[in-house]
């Protein structure tokens, strides 16, 4: 789905108090931002418009919340949304963030320090090419970030049958324990369950709903993970990406030699590679 531009959101994600525009300088300090930091910290990945994290964060004051999208126009309505269920509630936004990120870089923003307790990822690309999997939000090289910073459980839910289907393999194969998993959450759709737009949209298509809970393997917290941002590693990996489009690499020796650097980046502290403009 195109999302229009819209001029206003970036003035008016800058002006609220609850939209923090620079998620890399708060890596490990994200509870302070709250008013009751102590809460349970969930963090919702591609949040959109907001309709999930809304509902959620006025439902469960007892909890934290962080919202994280690549667009400044969703996170602009999401930011809209939130103000409108806080003031409908009669309430302050105290226990909502909300964050401009890619989550491909998201072992740079998230540490151990921050104790994330849940993430939910509602309905991201399938990314469905197999040359473009690997941007997918549950792709193994994204699980490996979350795990290094995860105390709980993934929440997962999609309309997508085989991105759905390849995901449960990424969890399996990722070493993460599938703890429920249902192929029709709302043929018995638990009374907690908050919709998200594009739930309701493909519900509306009659479309059913995907729905997992992982749990990551425990010894994988606080392990180091490649920092594929980092200045070095990026530069090396675009050097070799052009060897292997020229045909100057084979595919098993341009794989051989991306192991290498990827073993190499895994040494990459997680504040480097900030600098690093999106290709
Ligand atoms: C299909 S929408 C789903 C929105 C919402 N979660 C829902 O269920 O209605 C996917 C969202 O993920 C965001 N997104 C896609 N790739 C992303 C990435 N790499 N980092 C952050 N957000 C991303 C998009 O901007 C979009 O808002």
Redesign the pocket.
């Known amino acids: 789905m195109r999302i229009r531009f819209k001029k206003w959101a970036r003035p008016e994600l800058a002006a609220s108090p609850f939209c923090m525009d620079d998620a890399f300088s708060l890596a490990g300090k994200w509870r302070t931002h709250f008013a009751r930091p102590e809460q349970p910290f969930y963090v919702e ?5 907001g ?2 994290v809304s509902q959620a964060a006025v439902l469960h004051p007892e909890c934290n919340y962080l919202a ?4 400044s126009e ?1 996170l602009g309505m999401a930011k809209r949304k939130t103000e409108k269920a806080f003031s409908e509630a009669g309430r302050e936004p105290d226990n909502i963030l909300l964050s401009i ?4 870089r998201f072992s740079e923003v998230l540490t151990p320090a921050d104790g994330v307790d849940r993430i939910y990822i ?4 399938p990314w469905p090419k197999e040359g473009h999997k690997k ?1 997918r ?1 549950t792709h193994p090289r994204q699980l490996r970030q979350y795990a290094a910073v995860l105390r709980g459980e993934l929440h997962f839910k999609t309309d997508d049958r085989d991105l759905f289907e390849e995901s449960l393999e990424y969890f399996r194969e990722s070493g993460w324990e599938i703890l429920h998993h249902t192929f029709d959450l709302h043929a018995d759709e638990p009374a907690d369950n908050i919709r ?4 309701n949209m493909f519900t509306e298509m009659g479309k059913k709903i995907h729905f997992v809970i992982a749990k990551p393997p425990a010894e994988a917290f606080g392990k180091p993970v490649p920092n594929l941002h980092a200045p070095e590693t990026v530069k090396l990996l675009r050097g070799l990406e052009k060897q292997h489009d020229l045909g100057i690499l084979t595919d098993e020796e341009f794989e051989k030699r991306k192991q290498i650097i990827l073993l190499h980046a895994e040494e990459a502290p997680h504040d480097e590679g900030m600098e690093v403009e999106e290709s």
Do not use: S, V, Y
């Open positions: 990945l591609g949040c959109g418009k309709g999930w994280l999208d690549i667009k969703m990120l890619n989550i491909e509602n309905f991201c690309n941007r939000l998200t737009e594009h739930e």
